[in-house]
C-alpha cells in the first residue's frame, strides 16, 4: 500500500513487481529482521527468555548479535489517525469493506480474475533482476514520471484490456495508429506502434 502511494502506481500493480522495481527487501526477510531487533529490546529490558525451540529461539540462531546493548526504554504516542482493514474475500465480494470514502488496495489479482501472474510476467522481462542503481533513479523521478514507469513496466495502466478488467473505458484496438489487428498495451506503444517510431527513435 505504502509503495503504491508513494510511487502514484495502479492500486492493482502486484506487490511483487514493485518490491524488485523499488528494490525493497521480501516482507520475510524484514519480518525476521524487525522480530530479532524486538527480541533484543526484550532481553536488554530483563523481559525475555530464551527457549531452544520455537519463535523464543531467534536470538540463538545468529552468532553475530552481542550479548548486550546500550538500549534504553522509550517513550511511545500509540495513537494513530487512521484505521486499517485487511478483510478475507468472502468479506468484500458482496460489497465494498470499510467506511465510505477508504482507500482500497488490491495486490492478489482478484480484481483482474487472478491474472496477476501475466502481470508478473511483463515486469520480469522489463525488470529482470534487482538493481539499487536502477531503483534509485527511478525514486529520483517526480511522482508523476514515477507513475507512468511503473505503469508501463508493470502493465497496469488505464489502456486496453486492463482498463476493461477494471470496468473503465477502454479502446479495443490503439487507437495511435488505429490499426484493429493490434491491441491497446504499453508493449505495442513502446515497441511496435508505427504511429510512435518517431518519438521512439
Not at 143 to 167: E, F, K, P, Y
Amino acid at each position: 500500500m505504502a509503495e503504491v502511494c508513494i510511487t502514484g502506481a495502479m492500486r492493482t500493480t502486484p506487490s511483487d513487481a514493485l518490491d524488485a522495481i523499488l528494490n525493497i527487501p521480501p516482507i520475510r526477510q524484514i519480518s525476521i529482521e524487525m522480530s530479532t531487533l524486538a527480541a533484543i529490546r526484550l532481553r536488554d529490558l530483563d523481559y525475555w527468555k530464551d527457549h531452544l525451540t520455537g519463535h523464543s529461539s531467534i536470538l540463538l540462531k545468529n552468532n553475530n548479535i552481542p550479548s548486550k546493548t546500550d538500549y534504553c526504554m522509550p517513550t511511545e504516542h500509540m495513537a494513530t489517525p487512521f484505521h486499517t482493514l485487511i478483510p478475507n474475500r468472502d468479506e468484500w465480494t458482496s460489497a465494498t469493506p470499510g467506511q465510505e470514502g477508504a482507500l482500497s488496495f488490491y495486490t492478489d489479482g482478484s480484481k483482474l480474475d487472478n491474472q496477476n501472474s501475466l502481470v508478473g510476467r511483463v515486469a520480469r522481462q522489463s525488470w529482470p533482476h534487482i538493481d539499487k542503481a536502477r531503483s534509485n533513479a527511478l525514486c529520483n523521478l517526480s511522482r508523476r514520471d514515477c507513475s507512468l514507469v511503473i505503469r508501463s513496466l508493470t502493465g497496469h495502466w488505464l489502456i486496453g484490456i486492463h482498463a476493461q478488467r477494471l470496468n473503465s473505458p477502454y479502446n479495443d484496438f490503439c487507437r495511435s495508429c488505429r490499426d484493429e489487428e493490434e491491441e491497446e498495451s504499453p508493449e505495442h506503444f513502446f515497441c511496435f506502434c508505427p504511429a510512435l517510431s518517431s518519438r521512439r527513435f
